[in-house]
Structure formats: structure tokens, C-alpha cells
């Protein structure tokens, strides 16, 4: 008889969707399902949502003879990946702060559960199976709903010593400003940060100044400006153009072999990458010119492929115990 194939339940937990897949020890995505997060329901609510995920996707991957060996979590928040636990969040999810993720899905799945940050998450697939596979380090930052970042060195994302490495929107930003010289407040509770500018609601607001009328979202500014539209292509080109600069500048400092830029933003098209790649050359070191920035190659299902990766790399360090 053949060995059932080795798989982990990948979960990807956002404020917007709650994405969850099966993933084999080889990064191939068998099979993947999402609900809806209710994110302004509470943690029992997200956490539920998460739970039924993670269960149908077990049954699916039991009846196609695969053996699930346990489930990893990428989550919105800062995530302490040796608890598993939720440190602290925004209010876009909830009451999430102190939630036990990863004992919670392992009491309801019968399995060892693993939880990161969703940003590190995403860099794992990518380093994995997609647009970094074989790199020795890479730089992936995410802009969309947020901008977050994370950096792989010798193939395992560094989280910080208080798990807070990666939170590039909270960098300062010269271009979070407003035409009176003031700061942009930014959802950290702070002011003058790059996801003040370059996130997609951020844009939506700029636009909204710029025009004086409601786009709705950052999706409608990207195609208003593909129309043509003035506001619309200036307010994409001055959130573009923060994000170039503060990814260029990160480059200086960590020197990775590769940058991969994901998130909606990125998806926005020529209108988004031109002024985003024109700001970070001129931002670069000299030695940095012939550096490789891409965009993200597997879409959504990253996250989900990279936490099943640290599920994965979890299970094969072996556990300290105490004398």
C-alpha cells in the first residue's frame, strides 16, 4: 500500500477574509477554500470562522487519502510564533489582542498548530514555490489594506525580539503630509507613517482631498486613473512613490538578494509600478542599482502555502523540555 501524502491545513487570516488550503510537503496547493471574517464580531467569532475552515479542509484532504500532520496560521496582528499567540492588533480585527491562535486550532483539529504573522507568511510562499524560490534572502513587502514587510535570512523570516519585525507602514514617511505641513494620522495611533500614504484606503482619502468627492476604494482610484482621470493618477502615483522610497531605502540597510512586492496595490498596474519603481532607484545605493524587485507570483494563496511551510519547519525542530 502506498504512504498517504503528507499535508498541512494552511490558514491565512486577514481583517477582510479568513483563506485556508491543503498543502502537501512539496508547497503544491491541493485545494483551498475562504469565508468572510467577522472581524467586528470578536475573537470567538473569527476564531470560529477559522475552526470551520480548517475542518472542512481536513475531511476534503482525509477522503483524498491524504494524511494532515498539522495546521499552520498566518494572521493579521503581531503574532508571538513560540506561543502562538496574538500579541497585539488594530481594531480592524476585533478584540483579537491575546487570542491563543495556535492552541485554539489545535484543540479544535486534533493537531499540532503553528502561527506567524500573515506578512511572514506570505514571504514563506514566496520563498518556497514562488517569486523568491532559491534566493538566499529576500525583502517582500505588501501593499494593500495595510503595508506590512518581512525579511528571510537563511530561510526563515527574522521576527524581532518582541515579534514586531516587519511592520514597514510605520515607518517614517516624508510624503504623509497633508497641504498644511501636518501629519497624516495612520492606524498605528500615530502620525507621519507610510501606510498614512501609500496603503489603499490611504490612497482612497487622497483622492477624496485631491477631488473632493468619495471614490469608495483604492480599486476604483486605480481605475479612474486608468480612465485618465487627473485626482485619480496623482493620488496613485504619491502613495506609488512613498512606497518606492521607503522600499528603497530598506534595500540600503538590509541588502536582500531580492525585493518581491505583493498586496492589491501592487495589482493595480503600470499607473502604480512606474512611479513606485522610479522613487526607489532614486532612493538606492550605487551598488543596489542591478537589484531584482518583482511582484509576488502566487496571488492569494501565499500566505496560505507559507503558513503551511512554518508548520512545517516547526515540526522538525525538535522540542526543548525542561529538566
Avoid at 3 to 21: E, M, N, S, Y
Avoid at 110 to 117: I, K, R
Avoid at 163 to 174: C, E, K, M, T
Wanted: glycine content about 14%.
Amino acid at each position: 500500500m502506498t504512504p498517504a501524502q503528507r499535508c498541512v491545513i494552511g490558514v491565512d487570516l486577514g481583517g477582510t477574509k479568513t483563506a485556508a488550503g491543503i498543502v502537501d510537503d512539496t508547497g503544491r496547493l491541493h485545494a483551498s477554500e475562504f469565508r468572510p471574517t467577522p472581524a467586528a464580531a470578536g475573537a470567538a467569532a473569527i476564531l470560529a470562522t477559522a475552526v470551520g475552515l480548517v475542518a472542512s479542509l481536513l475531511a476534503q484532504a482525509r477522503t483524498a487519502d491524504m494524511l494532515p500532520v498539522a495546521v499552520g496560521i498566518g494572521s493579521a496582528g503581531v503574532i508571538d510564533a513560540a506561543a502562538g499567540s496574538v500579541v497585539s492588533a488594530t481594531d480592524s480585527l476585533t478584540g483579537w489582542a491575546g487570542t491563543p491562535l495556535a492552541a485554539h486550532l489545535a484543540q479544535h483539529s486534533g493537531l499540532p498548530a503553528y502561527a506567524v504573522n500573515d506578512v511572514h507568511a506570505h514571504n514563506l510562499g514566496e520563498h518556497w514555490v514562488g517569486a523568491s524560490a532559491g534566493a538566499d534572502s529576500s525583502l517582500l513587502v505588501a501593499v494593500g489594506t495595510g503595508v506590512g514587510g518581512s525579511l528571510i535570512l537563511g530561510g526563515a523570516p527574522h521576527l524581532g525580539a518582541r515579534a514586531v519585525a516587519g511592520h514597514v507602514g510605520h515607518l517614517a514617511s516624508p510624503a504623509a503630509y497633508d497641504d498644511g505641513g501636518r501629519p497624516l494620522p495612520c492606524s498605528c495611533g500615530r502620525a507621519g507613517h507610510l501606510e498614512a500614504i501609500a496603503s489603499g484606503p490611504s490612497i482612497a482619502n487622497l483622492y477624496r482631498r485631491l477631488a473632493g468627492r468619495d471614490p469608495g476604494t483604492a480599486r476604483e482610484v486605480a481605475a479612474r486613473a486608468a480612465a485618465g482621470e487627473p485626482p485619480a493618477v496623482r493620488a496613485l502615483a504619491l502613495g506609488a512613490a512613498a512606497a518606492g522610497q521607503a522600499v528603497g531605502g530598506l534595500a540600503n540597510v538590509l541588502d536582500p538578494s531580492i525585493v518581491v512586492i505583493g498586496g492589491g496595490m501592487a495589482a493595480a498596474g503600470e499607473l502604480w509600478w512606474l512611479p513606485f519603481r522610479s522613487a526607489l532607484q532614486a532612493e538606492l545605493m550605487d551598488p543596489l542599482a542591478g537589484l531584482p524587485v518583482v511582484p509576488a507570483a502566487l496571488g492569494s494563496s501565499a500566505a496560505v502555502v507559507g503558513a503551511a511551510k512554518i508548520a512545517l519547519d516547526r515540526m522538525r525542530i525538535p522540542e526543548t523540555t525542561s529538566a
